[in-house]
């Protein structure tokens, strides 16, 4: 239990870290934003997910095998706007490979946008999905959460991916002391599902209270700060912003 604490510290408050300095708590709060998304993309938007492209393509083969409650289309928006947000993020990924926080800032002020332009077209309908409200905010959404979900991947913050958890809890339970592993990272595993947790369960609780303008500007709200933090790092020459081999 003290070495789970103890990480779980050095996750939230990284002073003096040279491997990754201020990534990680940035990482986590991107974690809880992904909750917040899918809240709204399953909850208010059919069904469907933006940032977990596996539950998309079990949906898919769920409608193509005759089931009438997922659509064929809005699992294959999804995907396609996801798979354009990764592009982009790629393509962030070759331009600041010396960087990290560079990076992070550029990807971070994307989604910024993105969420943004998704925030505006909910309030301009006054929170009705209407068939055109709901698949652009799929592909805004999904565009940001491929972006994310690459530049997380780029940035190699081991137990950060901030979209997926499938591996984290698996870490968790394979490297435990009972299956004779040494459990490395037991606290920021830990936080990961946690994060995601409590952005879920947060947006959850809004969508379905009806609140869904307020769960995207909480969303935007996050991710302009996670903007603003590596945007302040931007000028740093410590060893954590160059690329992990």
Do not use: K
Request: glycine share 12%; net charge positive; charged share 10%.
């Amino acid at each position: 239990m003290r070495r789970l604490l103890g990480d779980a510290l050095r996750t939230l408050w990284p002073r003096g870290e040279e491997l990754h300095g201020p990534l990680p708590p940035l990482l986590l709060a991107l974690t809880v934003a992904t909750g917040l998304v899918d809240a709204v993309s399953y909850l208010a938007l059919g069904h469907v997910f933006v940032a977990n492209m596996t539950g998309n393509v079990v949906f898919l083969g769920f409608a193509l095998a005759g089931d009438a409650e997922p659509s064929v289309l809005a699992p294959v928006a999804s995907t396609a706007a996801f798979l354009l947000g990764a592009l982009a993020g790629g393509r962030l990924g070759t331009r600041f490979a010396g960087h990290r926080a560079r990076l992070l800032a550029a990807a971070a002020a994307g989604e910024t946008a993105l969420v943004a332009a998704a925030l505006v077209t909910a309030a301009a309908a006054h929170g009705r999905v209407t068939p055109g409200v709901q698949y652009a905010l799929i592909a805004f959404l999904g565009l940001a959460m491929g972006l994310q979900n690459a530049v997380a991947r780029r940035l190699g913050v081991p137990d950060l991916t901030t979209t997926v958890l499938t591996l984290t809890l698996t870490g968790l339970a394979a490297d435990s002391g009972p299956a004779g592993g040494e459990a490395p990272r037991p606290g920021r595993r830990v936080l990961s599902v946690a994060a995601m947790f409590l952005g879920a369960l947060t947006g959850g609780s809004l969508v379905l209270a009806g609140h869904l303008v307020a769960t995207l500007a909480l969303t935007l709200a996050l991710l302009a700060a996670v903007a603003a933090a590596a945007h302040r790092q931007r000028s740093a020459d410590a060893a954590w912003v160059r690329p992990r081999p």
